[in-house]
């Protein structure tokens, strides 16, 4: 279906993570334009592509996954193609088993308008992958494009493969962050302005006019004589 190939052994983007690091390379190609290559949907750039040489029906593109991991899930920005499909499988072996199943990249509508905004729009996949299939560890990524409603060259303008230990990464530094925050939260002193200063003061003097009520209350209880000392006390 696809014959021939073309391998870019130095086409390559990274996916950083805490414990890890993967490394991403081209490693098959069904048809490149030479001044549009495949590689460039590793820069991360959206102002370049990688589109077939000629008008194609359909197209082929190989990831190289190193060292090889367990996919969470797929972004894949498009430019032109209506349909994608993603498999999985090693090298040395020619058996590819399904990640995710064949979906719209482009409507009907947006493929005979041939605009360049609805040709490039970016569709995230968790949900659809083949969670048993997308568990394992895979060295290889096909994405296989097609478009059936029009005659032109196709592509992608970019593919970001988030593995398991990127995802595990995000949440040991979300983790680390949050215990900073609460430890920079318990660290720092009260601050003492103006107005927190009044509320103090107002706040023991209240506390003042109650000890005091309750004390005069007592006194009350035992005898006229004492409270008619209070009386003049407060006078003073």
Same mark, same amino acid.
């Given at each position: 279906? +696809?014959?021939?190939?073309?391998?870019?052994?130095?086409?390559?983007?990274?996916?950083?993570?805490?414990?890890?690091?993967?490394?991403?390379?081209?490693?098959?190609?069904?048809?490149?334009?030479?001044?549009?290559?495949? !590689?460039?949907?590793?820069?991360?750039?959206?102002?370049?592509?990688?589109?077939?040489?000629?008008? @194609?029906?359909?197209?082929?593109? *190989?990831?190289?996954?190193?060292?090889?991991?367990?996919?969470?899930?797929?972004?894949?920005?498009?430019? %032109?193609?209506?349909?994608?499909?993603?498999?999985?499988?090693?090298? %040395?072996?020619?058996? +590819? *088993?399904?990640? &995710?199943?064949?979906?719209?990249?482009? !409507?009907?509508?947006?493929? @005979?308008?041939?605009?360049?905004?609805?040709? @490039?729009?970016?569709?995230?996949?968790?949900?659809?992958?083949?969670?048993?299939?997308?568990?394992?560890?895979?060295?290889?990524?096909?994405?296989?494009?097609?478009?059936?409603?029009?005659?032109?060259?196709? %592509?992608?303008?970019?593919?970001? #493969?988030?593995?398991?230990?990127?995802?595990?990464?995000? !949440?040991? &530094?979300?983790?680390?962050?949050?215990?900073?925050? !609460?430890?920079?939260?318990?660290?720092?002193?009260?601050?003492?302005?103006? %107005?927190?200063?009044? +509320?103090?003061?107002? *706040?023991?003097?209240?506390?003042?006019?109650?000890?005091?009520?309750?004390?005069?209350?007592? #006194? #009350?209880?035992?005898?006229? &004589?004492? &409270?008619? #000392?209070?009386?003049? +006390?407060?006078?003073?």
């Amino acid at each position: 279906r +696809f014959r021939k190939h073309t391998t870019h052994p130095s086409s390559s983007s990274y996916l950083i993570t805490l414990s890890d690091m993967t490394k991403i390379t081209i490693h098959k190609v069904s048809s490149e334009d030479p001044s549009h290559p495949s !590689k460039n949907i590793l820069d991360n750039d959206q102002t370049k592509f990688w589109r077939t040489n000629g008008n @194609k029906k359909e197209a082929q593109i *190989e990831l190289k996954l190193n060292p090889p991991c367990a996919i969470e899930s797929l972004q894949i920005t498009n430019f %032109g193609a209506a349909f994608v499909e993603a498999s999985v499988g090693n090298e %040395g072996s020619d058996e +590819f *088993e399904q990640l &995710l199943p064949s979906v719209t990249l482009m !409507k009907y509508s947006d493929s @005979k308008s041939g605009g360049e905004e609805s040709k @490039k729009l970016t569709r995230s996949f968790t949900e659809k992958l083949n969670k048993s299939v997308a568990a394992k560890k895979w060295e290889l990524v096909r994405l296989s494009l097609s478009q059936q409603w029009m005659d032109c060259s196709i %592509g992608l303008t970019s593919v970001l #493969i988030n593995d398991e230990l990127n995802q595990e990464g995000e !949440k040991q &530094l979300n983790k680390g962050m949050s215990q900073t925050m !609460k430890q920079e939260v318990k660290d720092t002193p009260k601050r003492v302005g103006s %107005g927190s200063l009044f +509320f103090q003061k107002k *706040e023991e003097e209240e506390k003042r006019g109650e000890s005091q009520g309750k004390v005069m209350m007592v #006194i #009350i209880d035992f005898s006229p &004589l004492i &409270l008619n #000392i209070i009386f003049v +006390f407060r006078m003073w």
